[in-house]
């Protein structure tokens, strides 16, 4: 019997983070598990916060995610990884796109963007993975496949087989883009 697994996917408006939540629960969702999922879009549309909450198992009651939580997160941007970090538990992991999106303040002059995220994250745990995800979207063809180079790299991850991966971005994906998801799905798998 699998304990439900607690999956937090952070990033801002723009980066595809509910797509890639939609291809998550698509695939766990065929793989028999019961899920549940949270969305929480802050100004999404002008470069906020999206945080999505996914938890799946045999039987999960409520789709939150508790502060010490999470089993992994999913950080689509580095300040946010950071701003998150309080929800992974001990033993936790975090992948990281190592990527900067200056929020609105940052733009303002109001703050500054840290310039030690990643530093920070790997200090409070040794399970981080940072990947340049919009490096290798870009090489598929597509800088906005970045969300799915993370998720592929995640799905490696989860027991949950590569073929429902597969199935569940033609399911989510527009037909006209699903080559390049594709393969920034299995460059994301390789890594």
Known sequence: MLKPLNILLVGVGGQGTILATRIMAKAAQDAGYDIKVSEIKGMSQRGGSVVTQIRLGEKVYSPLISE?????ILAFEKMEALRWLSHL??????????????????LTGATVYPADCLERVQQSTAKTTIVDALKIAVQCGNPKAANVVLVGLLAKRLPIAKELWINALRVRVPEKFIDINLKAFEEGYSL
Not at 90 to 106: C, E, L
């Open 68 to 72: 010490g939580k999470a089993d992994a």
């Open 89 to 106: 538990k001990d033993g936790g992991s975090i992948i990281i796109n190592d990527q900067a999106i200056p929020p609105m303040p940052v």
